[in-house]
């Protein structure tokens, strides 16, 4: 993503806090296991991602030893300290670095000695590494907020190992670019309901929302992407059915799709 203005990463921050994702302490190191509270349930749809992520990407990578994993919009890194509970070598990349979901909410974390992680400051589009540092490179539940695809995922096959994976994690993906566009023309139509006075600030950042298997092929040919789907929770798979019935626009799917770097 190239680097949001100080209003948008201000007002964002502002938003996150009244959605209650300022977590902290126990609360915070339980991610992605949330037990209570108003997110429970969404962080209930994440850790079915995380955990076909672990299995089907982690677990096989690093049945030789440790890894160097790259999280991709880390928030308040609670993805690199799972990983680093692996004994792998793990880096929190993200824009942001406040104290709500921020990089400044991973403080939190560095009191577990046992699994140390570093924190970077890095827009996708420009990342501070050499090329061919990572056996992972993940983009978590972040793609979706880069504003020229094809130059962020060449730059997340730049640092990754040949051999290693570019994985997408919890971005919304949908089947056709019309589904798509009608999430995003939803959004705009509530911005100002939702999100009031910085509705403005939050909604023109020229974001490309969300995904589809042909947009993301064509972003970068030399990558070959596999789907792996999420099996969620029922009440969550029932959403399409549940859209038709009402009549609403197609929902969004949010699995782990990944690509070897040759």
């Known amino acids: 993503m190239s680097i949001p203005s100080v209003d948008f990463r201000r007002e964002y921050a502002r938003q996150r806090a009244s959605e209650g994702r300022a977590l902290r302490g126990e609360q915070l190191r339980s991610l992605p296991y949330l037990a209570e ?67 400044g909410a991973a403080a939190d974390f560095l009191s577990d000695a046992a699994a140390p992680f570093q924190r970077v400051k890095a827009s996708f589009d420009t990342l501070p590494f050499q090329d061919n540092s990572f056996d992972i490179v993940l983009f978590n539940a972040s ?9 962020v995922l060449t730059e997340a096959s730049r640092v990754t190992r040949s051999g290693g994976f570019v ?22 139509a509530q911005g100002h309901s939702r999100f009031g006075a910085c509705a403005d600030v939050l909604l023109m950042q020229n974001f490309i929302e969300y995904l589809t298997p042909e947009r993301l092929a064509a972003a970068r040919p030399a990558l070959s992407w596999t789907r792996h789907r999420v099996r969620y929770p029922l009440w969550y798979e029932m959403r399409p059915l549940l859209a038709w019935v009402k009549g609403r626009r197609k929902p969004s799917r949010f699995d782990l799709w990944t690509a070897r770097v040759s």
């Open 143 to 151: 793609l979706h907020y880069a504003t020229d695809l094809r130059r």
């Open 37 to 103: 509270g108003a997110l429970a349930r969404q962080w209930g749809v994440r850790a079915r991602s995380f955990e076909t992520f672990v299995d089907r990407v982690l677990k096989p990578m690093s049945s030789t030893g440790p890894i160097d994993f790259l999280d991709l919009g880390a928030g308040n890194g609670w993805l690199s300290h799972r990983v680093a509970t692996y004994g792998h070598r793990s880096i929190a990349v993200d824009i942001r670095d406040d104290e709500v979901d921020g990089l």
């Open 167 to 188: 994985a997408v994690l919890d971005s919304p993906f949908y089947r056709c670019d019309r589904d798509g566009r009608d999430m995003v023309a939803e959004k705009l």
